[in-house]
């Protein structure tokens, strides 16, 4: 089982930018793809970015496209998702997920494992 553990949210401006951080551990990270996924209050999760196991493959929902880039570091067993040109509609609490297959999906029941999610709050 692999446990993930996400940090650098926090409370930014609109237009500005973030990073948030995923560590996993607990199996070969290399093997997954990794997503992240956002639910803002009183909104289902949706899938905002995912990536392949190598890192050669990327996907984005539309609304982030341009704005997000999601990357990772296998040596360092970490994703990342970095967010600019933000917006008080990204506001959500992020969550790092891990896959169950070496390539992402928007499909949350894809992945198997869950970070506890970190806060972003955009100001308006």
Do not use: H
């Amino acid at each position: 089982q692999v446990q993930l553990v996400e940090s650098g949210g926090g409370l930014v401006q609109a237009g500005g930018s973030l990073r948030v951080s995923c560590a996993a551990s607990g199996r070969t990270f290399s093997n997954n793809a990794m997503g992240w996924f956002r639910q803002a209050p009183g909104k289902e999760r949706e899938f905002v970015a995912g990536i392949s196991w190598s890192g050669g493959l990327t996907q984005y929902t539309d609304s982030v496209k341009g704005r997000f880039t999601i990357s990772r570091d296998n040596a360092k067993n970490t994703v990342y998702l970095q967010m600019n040109s933000l917006k008080a509609e990204d506001t959500a609490v992020y969550y790092c997920a891990a896959s169950v297959a070496g390539y992402p999906g928007t499909y949350g029941g894809n992945y198997d494992a869950w970070g506890q999610g970190t806060q972003v709050t955009v100001s308006s």
